[in-house]
């Protein structure tokens, strides 16, 4: 059973940074890909980014610039560098993993102050 585990959220005021961490049980690079989804309170679960196997990356408009997203094989873990961060940018972070199926992490709270 793949376990994912996200770490680094928080409260941040605006303009600042974070950066999540999702750390996979096994070996990430099994994986067909992983990425970030976040959920604000009465909205959709969106893509935030996406890393594929080969490591060609993906982004929703909204964060292109500003976030980057990174993995590291021997760590098994991916990563999330969010700069500039918005107040729009508040929401639930989950991490999303991708392999003969869809695995979630629990998600992390980033919350961004104006």
């Known amino acids: 059973q793949v376990q994912l585990v996200e770490s680094g959220g928080g409260l941040v005021q605006a303009g600042g940074s974070l950066r999540l961490s999702c750390a996979a049980s096994g070996s990430i690079s099994s994986f067909k890909h992983m990425g970030w989804y976040r959920q604000a309170p009465g909205q959709q679960r969106e893509l935030v980014a996406l890393i594929r196997i080969l490591g060609d990356t993906v982004y929703a408009d909204s964060v292109k610039g500003r976030f980057t997203i990174s993995r590291d094989n021997v760590k098994n873990t991916v990563y999330l560098q969010m700069n500039s961060l918005k107040p729009e940018d508040t929401a639930v972070y989950y991490c999303?993993?991708?392999?003969?199926?869809?695995?979630w992490g629990q998600g992390t709270q980033v919350t961004v102050s104006s």
């Open positions: 999303y993993a991708a392999r003969s199926g869809d695995y």
